[in-house]
């Protein structure tokens, strides 16, 4: 699927989550420590983590996403929604 894409990687592996719920986190969090890993080792110099899912088609070209993202090193775009709390 990848081929000729070495700067592309697409999880192994699969999680059952629940949108906003914590198994979302713990799969960002299990891909974020294996792409450490994997720096660490030197074995992949990775730059940008970006979570595409089924539904997710990306609208820019990955020439003008590395531009983008390259005026925005050490930022993140995670979004998180507050719940209410019951007092």
């Known amino acids: 699927v990848l081929k000729g894409y070495d700067n592309i990687r697409i999880a192994d592996w ?3 989550t629940i949108w906003g719920g914590s ?5 960002h ?8 890993q994997l720096r660490d080792e030197e074995k992949w110099n990775w730059s ?6 089924e539904s997710d088609f ?3 070209s990955i ?3 590395n531009i983008y ?3 925005f090193d050490d930022y993140n775009f995670i979004k998180f929604h507050s719940m209410p709390i019951k007092e």
């Open 14 to 16: 699969s999680m059952e």
């Open 23 to 27: 198994s979302l986190l713990k799969m």
């Open 29 to 36: 969090l299990r891909v974020m420590h294996e792409l450490k």
């Open 48 to 53: 940008y983590l970006i979570n595409l899912s």
């Open 58 to 60: 990306p609208l820019k």
């Open 63 to 65: 020439d003008e996403l």
């Open 69 to 71: 993202l390259g005026q």
